[in-house]
């Protein structure tokens, strides 16, 4: 098969289930702007901002987007590359996008708050501490492994460290002049233009500049910049910088794209569907759980409602960056697939225990955009910087995000000190830098990062869960919400299960132990939820 083929029918398939399944699910949530977003009625400079759309969708693509769509679909393809991409395509759009749409909405109509919250207004609050100590502890776990992946790399490749620096400096350039001069769309485009030559520039040119530094001054100096740029306003590091890093991921795209076209290369993988893995498992739940960003995330609903509905300038402006932004991330995945298919099975297999999945990608791809008339060592490197630049915005929005959630917990404590926390951005984040601090310097995150995958996707069981509790209350048929919500309970409570008792046959017992522990949290929310459904149907009746 050619795989020209399969990157057109995904393309299709994407674009129109955004016409029509986008417009729907759209209407569902009753969004319109006959009210003003969030970001103008608690406009604060620092976290409440409105932007434009594209700079909006920049920042919550970059945000999302990380590794994930290229590791989680690669490693999936150990149970043939068809369950992958069915996968992708059916969860994409099915799941995933209404998953991104319905967190950004709910959000949205919330005064721009995280889900938690929105958790505490329609299951309670005893439903909103679990959750928010769920997810903040998810958070700093994200927030200590990504520090040490980009140490790491910038250890072992200077030259990434370097062009890394560049961006974040030209990022703050492009915020400050972007705020006097860029309220002009022609003005606008124009220092973006200039804005995106300068980085590709800064690509080749941070390769010939290395810069060196110990591992543990790296991941120091990494948690310093993601402290800085929780607490600055969004308008003066992360938006601009996830914007034009955003053209980082567009340009890797469209280069992968032309490159598939012009070099118009065959399959090589045969069509076996592999039903278990010695390694992996399952594929019943594990391959819902490997690919999780390019299908359905729930890292995306701490995203949606954390930052990016803060950001919307629109309330309109919502199908564009929530649903739109995860069908560009689903087709990211498919591209994915296809860097590693043309191998053949056996040489996927070696190469993916030796290399590792981003390697494969980077080498993969790589290959094909040389037919561009591009050096393929170049192609390579521009892969792999690609990668490692999203894994810098991931580090920096998780920070920022943990502080969200501390702030919001303590919003309902009424001691001085709670509300002390609650109001004081600085505090709060300093917790979250000391925390993820504490993490790294046990070493504890490496063996905590397995379950991360069931616990992600129990994330986005939880935000489906409390988006139907919402419709519901709203008399609106939860259905396209609900199906969605079942099936990724049913995935996640079965691979919570079999984690705990393989663990605990392994006698890796902390795992173990979390692992059981997020699934009665799973249970007792569920609880929490039916119990407010029924007062709720009760109260309506009387």
Not at 112 to 118: A, E, M, P, T
Not at 125 to 144: A, D, H, P, V, W
Not at 288 to 305: D, K, W
Request: glycine share 8%.
């Amino acid at each position: 098969m050619n795989l020209t083929v399969l990157l057109l029918i995904s393309a299709v398939i994407l674009f129109l289930a955004y016409k029509i399944y986008g417009k729907y699910v759209y209407r569902k949530f009753g969004l319109s702007d006959e009210k003003p977003a969030p970001s103008h009625t608690h406009r604060d400079g620092v976290d409440y901002e409105p932007s434009k759309p594209i700079v909006v969708l920049g920042h919550h693509f970059a945000s999302i987007a990380g590794a994930g769509p290229i590791v989680g679909p690669i490693i999936a393809v150990t149970f043939g590359w068809i369950p992958a991409v069915i996968w992708i395509l059916v969860g994409g759009i099915f799941f995933g996008a209404v998953h991104d749409l319905g967190s950004l909405a709910t959000s949205l109509k919330t005064e721009g708050k995280s889900i938690g919250v929105i958790i505490r207004n329609q299951i309670g609050m005893r439903g909103k501490q679990l959750f928010i100590i769920f997810s903040f502890s998810t958070l700093i776990l994200i927030i200590g492994v990504f520090a040490d992946i980009i140490a790491k790399t910038f250890v072992t490749n200077p030259g990434v460290a370097s062009a890394s620096i560049f961006f974040i400096l030209l990022a703050i350039v492009f915020g400050w002049v972007n705020r006097f001069v860029g309220s002009r769309k022609i003005t606008f485009i124009a220092i973006t233009v200039i804005g995106v030559a300068l980085m590709y520039f800064f690509v080749f040119l941070g390769m010939k500049l290395p810069f060196v530094l110990d591992y543990k001054i790296w991941v120091l100096v990494l948690l310093a910049y993601a402290f800085i740029a929780s607490v600055t306003p969004v308008s003066m590091l992360l938006q601009p910088r996830d914007y034009l890093n955003s053209f980082l991921l567009y340009g890797m795209i469209i280069a992968a794209v032309l490159g598939v076209f012009i070099s118009s290369p065959e399959m090589q993988m045969t069509n076996e569907i592999h039903v278990a893995d010695e390694n992996l498992g399952y594929i019943f739940p594990v391959l819902f759980v490997t690919i999780a960003c390019g299908a359905i995330s729930g890292f995306h609903s701490l995203v949606a409602s954390g930052t990016t509905s803060k950001q919307l300038d629109k309330v309109s402006e919502a199908k564009l960056v929530g649903f739109g932004g995860m069908l560009i991330e689903s087709f990211l995945a498919i591209i994915s697939v296809i860097a590693v298919v043309i191998l053949t099975r056996s040489e996927y297999i070696d190469r993916l225990s030796t290399e590792g999945p981003v390697a494969l990608f980077s080498t993969g791809l790589g290959a094909m955009i040389a037919s561009l008339g591009i050096p393929e060592d170049f192609a390579v490197g521009f892969l792999a910087l690609t990668v490692s630049a999203f894994a810098l915005t991931t580090l920096d929005t998780c920070t920022r995000l943990a502080r969200f959630t501390l702030q919001e917990y303590f919003e309902d404590v009424p001691q001085p000190a709670g509300q002390f926390l609650a109001k004081n951005r600085y505090v709060s984040t300093c917790i979250v830098v000391v925390f993820s601090i504490l993490l790294l310097l046990s070493g504890e995150f490496t063996t905590l990062w397995p379950i991360f995958g069931s616990a992600n996707q129990l994330l986005a069981a939880l935000a489906l869960l409390t988006i139907a509790v919402w419709l519901i209350k709203k008399n609106i048929n939860a259905l396209f919400v609900t199906i969605p919500m079942f099936f990724m309970f049913t995935v996640t409570l079965s691979s919570l299960a079999l984690f705990a008792w393989k663990n605990f046959k392994d006698e890796v017992y902390v795992l173990s132990i979390i692992a059981a522990l997020l699934f009665v949290l799973a249970i007792a929310l569920i609880v929490l939820a039916t119990k407010s459904l029924k007062k709720y149907v009760k109260t309506s009746s009387v």
